[in-house]
Antibody
Framework: QLQLQESGPGLVKPSETLSLTCTVS??????????WGWIRQPPGKGLEWVGS???????YYNPSLESRVTISIDTSKNQFSLRLSSVTAADTAVYYC??????????WGQGTLVTVSS | EVLMTQSPATLSVSPGERATLSCRAS??????LAWYQQKPGQSPRLLIY???IRASGVPARFSGSGSGTEFTLTISSLQSEDFALYYC??????????FGQGTKLEIK
């Protein structure tokens, strides 16, 4: 059974960089069928796609975040990561790592709350 | 960017009755439309993709329809576990993938 698990600091100071890692188990991240990515949800609000990455490294980002986002992949560890720079309180959210198949997000991690605060 | 608008924001329905949720796209997304269910404290769950294809393990009481700009999620006979938040998402024109703001389905 495929599982995705987010990890990383739950508290980040304003202007610093948010870093999260998603560890995939139960399947190879190198499968050519899927994209991997991140979706976030501010407390009490809706879903926002952050970005996605293909196994050989091609990336796609939300234009609203593109200048601050980097998603990378480590196939040897079956992991992919998110870095979001210059964070503000508006970046406080639950961050989900996801698998994308045929455009829809069919597997989700449990989510991790990241709070931006000094 | 394709704007997704869901209606109503909140829908009150009695158990056993039918629920109909709507999603409208600001431009055609063909059939590249997905629906998700989210319960409090949980991750979203994929219900429908391709506008009408049920994801693995999704009960038959969930059905999706529509194409172009107008879409509907129908739950034929509401069970207690169906009361939740529902989101639509388009994947025809990306980046970015975009979601609707959600419909809260509550017990009447």
């Amino acid at each position: 059974q495929l599982q995705l698990q987010e990890s990383g600091p739950g508290l980040v100071k304003p202007s610093e960089t948010l870093s999260l890692t998603c560890t995939v188990s139960g399947a190879s991240i190198s499968s050519s069928s899927y994209y991997w990515g991140w979706i976030r949800q501010p407390p009490g609000k809706g879903l926002e796609w952050v970005g996605s990455i293909y196994y050989y490294g091609s990336t796609y980002y939300n234009p609203s975040l593109e200048s601050r986002v980097t998603i990378s992949i480590d196939t040897s560890k079956n992991q992919f990561s998110l870095r979001l720079s210059s964070v503000t309180a508006a970046d406080t959210a639950v961050y989900y790592c996801v698998r994308r198949e045929w455009g829809a997000f069919d597997y989700w991690g449990q989510g991790t709350l990241v709070t931006v605060s000094s | 960017e394709v704007l997704m608008t869901q209606s109503p924001a909140t829908l009150s329905v009695s158990p056993g009755e039918r629920a109909t949720l709507s999603c409208r796209a600001s431009q055609s997304v063909s059939s590249y439309l997905a629906w998700y269910q989210q319960k409090p404290g949980q991750s979203p769950r994929l219900l429908i993709y391709g506008a009408s294809i049920r994801a693995s393990g999704v009960p038959a009481r969930f059905s999706g329809s529509g194409s172009g700009t107008e879409f509907t999620l129908t739950i034929s006979s509401l069970q207690s576990e169906d009361f939740a938040l529902y989101y639509c998402q388009q994947y025809n024109s990306w980046p970015p993938y975009t979601f609707g703001q959600g419909t809260k389905l509550e017990i009447k």
